[in-house]
């Protein structure tokens, strides 16, 4: 299927799920679950930050994005069956457009908590200029502090992927649901005598060092 307006780009050969939903809505948690599914590696925004060269391959899926020229997925995403949280999620036309046959996942949270949540961790620190560019000003319109603005933002985002992937092809999912939806969503048992994995709440963001291992440039950009 192809998306309305949104240039195709090249595939990445082994994407077979992606993940549209901002981040703050369990996509760790949901990255956690994919690989224990066998749809790992999964590629998260953690990804990143261990291998910081990644970012300027999404600087210049970025600026291609911008130039309405289309994106080669091969470099950032070969050998993933999966990509989650942002950048990502901010390339979910364009990825799920390129991948016509990856499965589409839209994680959902309350917006009143997801915004107290992405207000105590992600909008109170900036490790590079791509997570500006794209999350911060790209998304959000530099508005971080705008509750009602940013809250609106999310619905139309969660209602855009709604509205324009089909439904066979998506699942709209919170983690709180649990194995049942996302193993019935793609095809595998559940996990026998297994919890499903929650990861990454506020408070244990908060008390990591998240960003300790990078080069102070990376981290004041």
Not at 81 to 102: K, N
């Amino acid at each position: 299927m192809t998306v309305p307006n949104t240039v195709a780009g090249i595939p990445a050969p082994t994407i077979q799920v992606i993940g549209t939903g901002f981040g703050r809505t369990g996509t760790l948690s949901l990255r956690e679950a994919l690989v224990r599914l066998g749809f790992g590696p999964c590629d998260h925004m953690v990804e990143n930050f261990e291998h910081p060269q990644r970012f300027a391959l999404w600087e210049e899926a970025l600026r291609r994005k911008t130039a309405g020229e289309p994106i080669d997925w091969r470099p950032l995403l070969t050998g993933f069956q999966a990509i989650v949280d942002w950048p990502g999620a901010y390339f979910w036309r364009e990825l799920s457009t390129a991948h016509p046959d990856a499965k589409v996942i839209l994680t959902i949270r309350d917006p009143e908590r997801w915004y107290d949540s992405v207000q105590a961790t992600i909008f109170s620190e900036w490790t590079t200029p791509v997570n500006w560019d794209i999350v911060a000003t790209g998304t959000f319109g530099g508005r971080l502090t705008d509750r009602a603005h940013c809250q609106a933002v999310f619905a139309q985002h969660n209602l855009e992927v709604q509205e324009t992937i089909a439904p066979q092809r998506l699942l709209v999912f919170e983690c709180k649901q649990g194995w049942e939806p996302l193993c019935a969503f793609l095809g595998v048992p559940v996990p026998d005598d297994e919890p499903f994995p929650h990861v990454n709440d506020t408070v244990q963001y908060q008390d990591e060092e998240h960003w300790s291992h990078l080069p102070n440039k990376l981290k004041n950009g």
